[in-house]
């Protein structure tokens, strides 16, 4: 993590950089541990998360990771680089998982997945001291979605 200092209107010079990145680290963390709510509370109440196939607030978030789980039961998400500038967190991230569950009645392949995305997170501050969140917008470039058509996941169409 680079050392970002910021001056604040109190004219206190603090290191914010583990306070930005924080939510987003704890969004994957609480994911990793299946606690939806957890990675839930990350995210402030008006977030719009951008990505390639969907645009979704928090609880298309929830139905998002709810699928996921559901699909690959051992999801995993692993923070491969984080970056932060300002107040934008950037991440590149590595999920894999074992298709072992069933989506829209496609039974199970058994195989290994994984796929790389990179995330850009604006972070605000909450209203308490050190209460930061992923702010109302949130981009995703999701590196490889033919992995997720191998498994019928994606329809081809949206590839």
């Not at 001056?7 to 010079?13: G, H, P, Q, S, Y």
């Not at 290994?112 to 109302?136: C, L, Y």
């Not at 992995?147 to 081809?156: K, R, T, V």
Request: contains cysteine; aromatic residues 6%; glycine residues 8%.
């Amino acid at each position: 993590m680079s050392e970002v200092t910021q001056t604040l209107t109190r004219e206190v010079a603090v290191d914010t950089s583990v306070d930005v990145a924080r939510p987003v680290v704890e969004f994957v963390a609480a994911i990793n541990r299946g606690d939806l709510d957890g990675a839930i509370a990350q995210l402030a109440p008006d977030h719009v998360h951008h990505g390639r196939v969907s645009n979704y607030r928090p609880e298309g978030v929830r139905v998002l990771f709810t699928l996921l789980s559901s699909v690959l039961p051992d999801l995993k998400l692993d923070i491969r680089e984080l970056t932060v500038d300002g107040n934008t967190v950037v991440t590149r991230i590595v999920g894999t998982g074992v298709h072992t569950g069933s989506y829209l009645g496609k039974e199970p392949t058994g195989r290994p997945v994984a796929w790389q995305s990179v995330d850009i997170a604006e972070i605000k501050p909450g209203m308490r001291e050190n209460d930061w969140r992923i702010a109302e917008r949130s981009w995703d470039v999701f590196s490889d979605p033919s992995l997720w058509q191998e498994i019928g996941f994606i329809p081809a169409i949206m590839c």
